[in-house]
């Protein structure tokens, strides 16, 4: 049975999140207001007119392969030391894949909700997928106003035996082309730290995958709600699709010359057929703090429903992170040695507050 939308109970609370029924199916109700557990506090509203456009023009990763290597290289570098966001095209992803995600995407969260409900927590027949809604709806102050479909990669045929029919075969073409250009620019992220970039030491910082799925519904009220709240993510690089509708927002965290100033938040505008890459907290980690790890959040929009799919590289659950060698003698160790299970317990106990789960790996974290 359907909750009263006036209530800021458990009837809505089990409906949206236990029921899975979804933010989508709480505004498929009906709804003219925003619901009293999505209205979020003032200080993390996002306010539009107060955010400037990130004016970084997207960089060509063709171009790596030939005469302007080191420019490209240098351009990458730079953005992963600064503002830890950048975007890329001519990437290896093929265009019509992109297409296809973000249709595939809408026609999955459009399904009847006990179609998706079937991969909630504690019910999904497969420990790969997991649908859901928010972050972590049992600890947020204000639930955040977006569902998700999570499929973790093991190998191909696991994949395309347990992920959702409706979405595997693109999603798997996602992740698989991501990953190789995750690759590539992890080889020029390690060459500029003097680094020799061996397979070795990429396979332990994306040993594991997975592809995400986010839907946005229309929202009556963007302003007193966020799509997803402020966090820098956990692992080493995110590939990240968005649609034209844009609310993608990342905080500048030190004064960046012509860039931006410490404490902005910048929106990182859509542009077509380039795919969106942020450096995560084990990135940080590992290059001992030269690449900064990007807090961001998204805003909901009232116009029409948004899709992002990301793709998240990260270690190994069972690999113990920590600055490289090369880096710790010649700078001293920022960061202490972690086991990223650990890291990844902290992560996922606590609701997204901005960078505060990279505490956790510092040097001085007893």
């Not at 975007?87 to 595939?104: F, M, R, S």
């Not at 420990?127 to 990669?153: N, R």
């Not at 992890?186 to 680094?195: I, Q, R, W």
Request: include cysteine.
């Amino acid at each position: 049975m359907a909750p009263s939308l006036d209530e800021g109970n458990n009837s809505l609370f089990n409906f949206v999140v236990q029921d899975g029924y979804g933010v989508k199916g709480m505004v498929d109700l009906g709804l003219t207001k925003v619901p009293k557990p999505y209205i979020q506090p003032q200080q993390e509203r996002i306010d539009k007119r107060n955010a400037r456009t990130c004016p970084l023009q997207p960089i060509d990763l063709s171009k790596l392969n030939g005469p302007e290597h080191d420019r490209v290289a240098e351009e990458i570098s730079k953005a992963a030391s600064t503002i830890g966001f950048f975007q890329v095209v001519n990437h290896g992803v093929p265009i019509e894949l992109l297409g296809k995600l973000k249709d595939t995407a809408h026609s999955f969260f459009g399904q009847p909700p006990e179609k998706k409900a079937v991969y909630r927590k504690g019910a999904s027949p497969s420990p790969l997928v997991k649908y859901g809604t928010s972050f972590m709806p049992d600890k947020e102050e204000a639930l955040e106003w977006k569902d998700y479909i999570s499929m973790t990669y093991t190998n191909d045929v696991e994949a395309l035996q347990q992920w959702p029919k409706e979405c595997k075969e693109v999603s798997l073409e996602y992740l698989k082309t991501s990953v190789e250009m995750v690759r590539k620019l992890l080889e020029v992220l390690m060459e500029n730290l003097g680094v020799k970039p061996d397979n070795t030491k990429i396979n332990a910082l994306i040993g594991f995958k997975l592809v995400n799925m986010n839907y946005y519904p229309t929202c009556p009220d963007p302003n007193l709600t966020v799509g997803v709240g402020r966090h820098s993510d956990m692992g080493a690089l995110t590939v990240l699709l968005q649609d034209g509708i844009g609310g993608l927002y990342v905080k500048v965290e030190e004064d960046i010359e012509h860039v931006g100033k410490k404490g902005e938040w910048m929106e990182i505008p859509p542009v077509d057929g380039a795919l969106v890459i942020n450096v995560g907290d084990a990135l940080q980690i590992i290059s001992n703090g030269m690449y900064k790890s990007a807090e961001h959040r998204v805003r909901t929009t009232s116009t029409k429903s948004r899709v992002s799919i990301p793709v998240f590289t990260m270690p190994k659950p069972t690999e113990k992170i920590r600055p490289l060698p090369e880096l710790v003698e010649r700078d001293g160790g920022r960061f202490r040695e972690v086991v990223f299970q650990d890291y990844m317990n902290n992560f996922f106990s606590n609701a997204h507050d901005g960078k505060k789960s990279l505490q956790f790996g510092q040097a001085n974290n007893n």
